[in-house]
């Protein structure tokens, strides 16, 4: 199973998708927004973690961002730390592919999870973290429907300064699908 919009669609993350990951894994420049330590990694270390962390675990579902007109992976997004029973996730997502940056993909993208996880999964709330310097990704969240919840004042040092990591959240009933995708009510072509 996929699901679609006009120009993406997202399918289940494999093992086949390591050595892509891996390369978007150690570009610093792709990290420098997502990841709290810029560190390389070897291929068997990226294994490893897709392994046991991405696909090992029942508490994540992690899809990779397709570019439908070229069949490209260009990112992969997230649910992380599921709770079933208080039905809420974490959401993170990182477009690898920096051509695809500034396009509308990242929005996109997340309107397709944001729909899978409130009108498949019927989730009550998705969280996020985002760094205080990530102005872009801060936007396209309030854009979304995210609301700011709260602050960890001064927890990344990058760039010989120090950053805050800033919390969003959106409850279900907030949620608007229209606002962030243009995809049915029945989530586009499921396969």
């Known amino acids: 199973m996929f699901l679609e919009s006009s120009r993406l669609k997202l399918r289940k993350m494999t093992l086949e998708d390591t ?20 560190d390389t ?21 992690s899809y990779i961002i397709v ?5 490209t992976p260009i990112g992969v997004t997230s649910l992380i730390n599921i709770d ?29 999870l944001m729909e899978y996880a409130f009108l498949e999964m019927n989730l009550h709330r ?4 985002v760094y205080s310097f990530n102005t872009k990704a801060i936007n396209l969240y309030n854009i979304l ?10 927890t990344l040092y990058r760039d010989g300064e120090w950053h805050d990591v800033i ?4 409850l279900q009933n907030e949620y608007r699908a229209d606002d962030t995708t243009q995809l049915s009510a029945a989530l586009g072509e499921k396969k």
């Open 19 to 38: 050595e892509r990951y891996h390369s978007w894994r150690n570009d610093l420049e792709v990290m420098r927004y997502t990841s709290p330590s810029l």
């Open 41 to 61: 990694y070897t291929l068997e270390e990226t294994r490893d973690f897709v392994e046991s962390v991405i696909l090992g675990t029942s508490a994540s579902k």
């Open 67 to 71: 570019e439908k007109e070229s069949d």
């Open 84 to 112: 079933y029973k208080n039905r809420n996730a974490e959401c993170i997502i990182d477009l690898g592919e920096k051509r695809s940056w500034g396009k509308g993909c990242g929005k996109e993208a997340m309107g397709l």
């Open 126 to 129: 998705l969280s996020l973290k």
């Open 145 to 154: 429907g995210f609301y700011q919840e709260g602050v960890s004042r001064q």
């Open 167 to 170: 919390h969003m959240g959106i």
